[in-house]
Antibody, heavy 120, light 110 residues
Framework: EVQLVQSGAEVKKPGESLKISCKGSGYSFTGYWIGWVRQMPGKGLEWMGIIYPGDSNTRYSPSFQGQVTISADKSITTAYLQWSSLKASDTAMYYCAVNFWSGYYGMDVWGQGTTVTVSS | QSALTQPASVSGSPGQSITISCTGT?????????VSWYQQHPGKAPKLMIY???NRPSGVSNRFSGSKSGNTASLTISGLQAEDEADYYC??????????FGGGTKLTVL
């Protein structure tokens, strides 16, 4: 069974760094793109970016380029989303999702989400 | 890149059919057959319902169908059930930003 298990909720202060994770299992981790989506409180979904763990090829939405870093460690079948300096506006739910069937970086199977709260 | 345009809300009675539209441009919806639809219940992760305009993943009810005409994609739910009440989002490939979501539509089953 394909599963994406995300790390637990985080509460951070502005300016702190953070790295959240998404562990894939039940499929060939290196063979499929895995991406990240933001959902701010009470708002819609926003596509952030995606990585191909096989060669770490990465694509970012212009809105998130330079604001976050997407990476993957294929040895432990885990993708990451990280911030070097959090802002209050980074408070949101973050989902990872893997692209199995959809063309062009679509998000097909989703993780359960990680809540990030940034507050002083 | 602006979000794709969806109606904020739609409603229907059990057993009826409803359609949710998703309007973009020739650079996204109209230019590629890569439109997906997601269902999201409160407090839950989104679930893929339709991919590549009209394909259903295994396990998704055939009451859900997708189509596209020009720059507008549509999701139709037939035989509406109480469990269909949720938020629905469209998503398309776009030449500029790779993927873009619609603003979301709240479906109310009356």
């Amino acid at each position: 069974e394909v599963q994406l298990v995300q790390s637990g909720a985080e509460v951070k202060k502005p300016g702190e760094s953070l790295k959240i994770s998404c562990k894939g299992s039940g499929y060939s981790f290196t063979g499929y793109w895995i991406g990240w989506v933001r959902q701010m409180p009470g708002k819609g979904l926003e596509w952030m970016g995606i990585i191909y763990p096989g060669d770490s090829n990465t694509r970012y939405s212009p809105s998130f380029q330079g604001q976050v870093t997407i990476s993957a460690d294929k040895s432990i079948t885990t993708a990451y989303l990280q911030w070097s300096s959090l802002k209050a506006s980074d408070t949101a739910m973050y989902y990872c999702a893997v692209n199995f069937w959809s063309g062009y970086y679509g998000m097909d199977v989703w993780g359960q989400g990680t809540t990030v709260t940034v507050s002083s | 890149q602006s979000a794709l345009t969806q109606p904020a809300s739609v409603s229907g009675s059990p057993g009826q059919s409803i359609t949710i539209s998703c309007t973009g441009t020739s650079s996204d919806v109209g230019g590629y057959n890569s439109v997906s639809w997601y269902q999201q219940h409160p407090g839950k992760a989104p679930k893929l319902m339709i991919y590549d305009v009209s394909n259903r993943p295994s396990g998704v009810s055939n009451r859900f169908s997708g189509s596209k005409s020009g720059n507008t994609a549509s999701l139709t739910i037939s035989g509406l059930q109480a469990e269909d009440e949720a938020d629905y989002y469209c998503n398309s490939y776009t030449s500029s930003t790779k993927r873009v979501f619609g603003g979301g539509t709240k479906l109310t089953v009356l």
